[in-house]
């Protein structure tokens, strides 16, 4: 069975490795998960929340981006939930 969300914990990941760790999980993603939840921090992830948001608010795959209640969390809506 695989998760409606998926979580990715890019805590101490640069932005290439967090750049390479959602494009898996993007790859990976089958009609079952809907988001993707990307924990990257606020006090030190800034740059790194910055970018993510950057890169992935024009991607194919996403339909559209929303900011988690906690600063430190970004979604990656990749399609609507009934």
């Given at each position: 069975m695989?998760?409606?969300v998926r979580e990715l914990d890019l805590h101490g990941m640069s932005v290439v490795q967090a750049r390479v760790?959602?494009?898996?999980?993007?790859?990976?993603?089958?009609?079952s998960v809907y988001r993707i939840r990307l924990i990257h921090g606020y006090h030190s992830g800034n740059a790194l929340q910055?970018?993510?948001r950057r890169i992935y608010k024009n991607h194919p795959k996403v339909l559209r981006l929303e900011l988690g209640l906690n600063a430190g969390i970004t979604e990656l809506v990749l399609r609507e939930y009934y």
């Open positions: 695989t998760e409606a760790a959602v494009d898996a999980a993007l790859r990976r993603a089958d009609k910055t970018e993510l």
